[in-house]
């Protein structure tokens, strides 16, 4: 898994999508052609859904609870949810989404400060109950942002 400098987690959850189907991809080089970005860099939900359709992949952008978000873990393709980097601040982040045992959820993060472990295909563990806290991204702006995912086939 590789780590991201900057604002740049689309390009690098992009970047992992690829290489879940062994297409090599550099998530620098992917967040480079990202459309849809902020002035800071960030990249609206609608920037990550059209590129991963741009480039091939049936995309979906989902609003569920917990269980919806396993389900679509458990088809074995790749999700990629925003969540919050801490619960106390509303900076968005996109992590794939890779597994979930009973009391946590497993992320290919790309900020190697929230990097908590080192298993072969995720690098932090998250209790599910902060996992909700960080999912609740709604806004005041954006109110529709609350436990939203991508789920992308090919």
Not at 57 to 82: E, W
Request: aromatic fraction near 14%; hydrophobic fraction near 40%.
């Amino acid at each position: 898994m590789d780590f991201q400098d900057g604002f740049k987690c689309s390009g690098f959850s992009f970047a992992f999508v690829m290489r879940h189907w062994n297409i090599s991809a550099d998530g620098n080089s992917a967040y480079e052609k990202m459309p849809n970005k902020m002035r800071g860099g960030y990249v609206y939900p609608k920037g990550i859904f059209n590129f991963l359709s741009k480039n091939g992949f049936k995309v979906k952008y989902c609003r569920g609870n917990l269980n919806s978000l396993k389900n679509a873990v458990a088809t074995g393709n790749p999700v990629i949810a925003m969540i919050k980097i801490r619960p106390d601040k509303n900076w968005l982040h996109y992590v794939p989404v890779v597994g979930y045992d009973g009391q946590n959820i497993f992320v290919a993060e790309s900020l190697a400060e929230l990097s908590n472990c080192n298993e072969p295909h995720y690098n932090r563990r998250i209790p599910a109950k902060e996992f909700k806290k960080l999912w609740n991204t709604a806004m005041p702006k954006m109110p529709l942002y609350a436990n939203t995912f991508f789920t992308v086939e090919r």
